[in-house]
């Protein structure tokens, strides 16, 4: 199993910025993509950004300009940088990722515990 433990959310000023870290451990072999969704209270949960073992990137409309998503492979880590962060950003954000098979199909998938981002007004 892969286990995703999240880190660096918090309190913070619109216009200000955070950055997540997500370390995988575990059976983190052929780990295709690692991403952050969040989930804010009355909302679907909805991908912010993800990233490809490749490095291809993935953003939401409501993030892009905004959001970095970065990896350091050596560290099994994920990061998203957040700046300019708006009161609408309020959410848990949820690390992700999952393993395919080596025709590219999508088998194993997991998920952090979760981590709270407060953007004040």
């Known amino acids: 199993q892969v286990q995703l433990v999240e880190s660096g959310g918090g309190l913070v000023q619109a216009g200000g910025s955070l950055r997540l870290s997500c370390a995988a451990s575990g059976n983190i072999l052929r780990i295709h993509m690692m991403g952050w969704y969040r989930q804010a209270p009355g909302k679907q949960r909805e991908l912010a950004a993800d990233?490809?073992?490749?490095?291809?990137?993935n953003y939401a409309d409501s993030v892009k300009g905004r959001f970095t998503i970065s990896r350091d492979i050596a560290k099994n880590t994920v990061y998203l940088q957040m700046n300019s962060l708006k009161p609408e950003d309020t959410a848990v954000y949820y690390c992700?990722?999952?393993?395919?098979?080596?025709?590219?199909?999508?088998?194993?998938?997991?998920w952090g515990q979760g981590t709270q981002v407060t953007v004040s007004s």
């Open positions: 990233i490809t073992s490749g490095g291809s990137t």
């Open positions: 992700n990722a999952y393993k395919t098979t080596l025709w590219g199909s999508k088998s194993n998938e997991y």
